[in-house]
């Protein structure tokens, strides 16, 4: 994991541009910033998975900086490049089109962590990691797809990669026992830059029932959900499902992450005692 010292980094925005810049940590720290709660997933999350998280995140909007050095007609991606070499491609126009996507210098209150790529990050909302969260930046290229190929886009995954609606049970856990009796069932959807507007659970292969939502933090935001179950005791089958803000239902077509992230909907069995 790279070290990286504030008082030595800098962030080059270059590229065809009409003014680029050079800006140390001290001069990104003084410009406007804006905090949000943010999710972020990995496109190697498999159906269920883990690879996904949510935090509050500060920094300066990316438009801000490439409106600041006026990038040229014909541009189509960001190249982004960290501090060990490693690059990442970002389609310009998710950048220009209003999201909240940063060059994020805090995480949860806190400046961010070596882990997480101190001194900064980018951070794109609604894209997989692997085309928009490069971490330890320490450049913003403007260039185009036919010039330049990031490391995953030349190992021929997607250039453009929005998160697919995704929804996950997190209790009870799979091939668990629990009592027979009042339960829960509950977890946590996602669909970042679309929201989640709907979660429902099938059991047994029966009718889809709608779940109860958690708070509505925004659409780049997770959201948990339950549902009240009456188990019985046996062997049972449980299926989740999320609609996304457009209106779209999760997919029960089944894709492995490669090339563009994982679909289809998570099964849990559980046994009653």
């Known amino acids: 994991m790279p070290k990286v010292s504030g008082d030595r980094w800098e962030l080059r925005v270059d590229g065809d541009v009409d003014r680029p810049v050079t800006i140390t940590y001290p001069q990104l720290l003084a410009m406007p910033m804006v905090e949000r709660d943010i999710t972020m997933t990995c ?10 998280g949510a ?8 438009a801000d900086l490439l409106h600041r050095v006026g990038v040229h007609a014909g541009v189509d991606q960001i190249l982004s490049t960290a501090v060990d070499g490693f ?17 994020a210098v805090g995480m949860n209150g806190r400046p ?24 330890w930046l320490t450049r913003l290229t403007a260039t185009t797809y036919a ?12 250039t453009d990669a929005p998160v697919r609606t995704s929804s996950r049970i997190d209790t009870p856990r799979p091939l668990s026992t629990i009592p027979a009796g009042r339960t829960a069932i509950g977890g946590v959807a996602w669909a970042q830059h679309r929201g989640v507007t709907a ?11 709608k779940a ?23 062997r049972h089958q449980l299926r989740v499902r999320a ?8 997919t029960d077509a089944r894709a492995t992450p490669f090339p563009s992230g994982s679909s289809g909907l998570q099964e849990v069995i559980v046994l009653v005692d």
């Open 199 to 209: 979660v429902e659970v099938s059991i047994d292969g029966g009718d889809w029932t």
């Open 212 to 234: 109860t939502l958690g708070p509505d933090v925004g659409i780049d935001y997770w959201r948990q959900w339950y549902l009240p179950w009456n188990a019985t005791p046996g």
């Open 147 to 158: 010039r330049d190929q990031a490391y995953w886009t030349r190992r021929r995954w997607a």
């Open 43 to 52: 496109v190697s999350n498999e159906v269920g998975g883990g690879y996904v």
């Open 112 to 135: 961010l962590p070596a882990a997480h790529g101190f001194p900064a990050r980018l951070l794109t909302p609604g894209l997989y990691g692997f085309v928009g969260a490069t971490k």
């Open 55 to 62: 935090a509050r995140w500060l920094g300066v909007r990316v």
């Open 243 to 250: 609609t996304d803000g457009t209106g779209a239902v999760q």
């Open 87 to 103: 690059t990442i491609s970002t389609p310009l126009a998710v950048l220009m089109d209003g999201r909240d996507a940063l060059v």
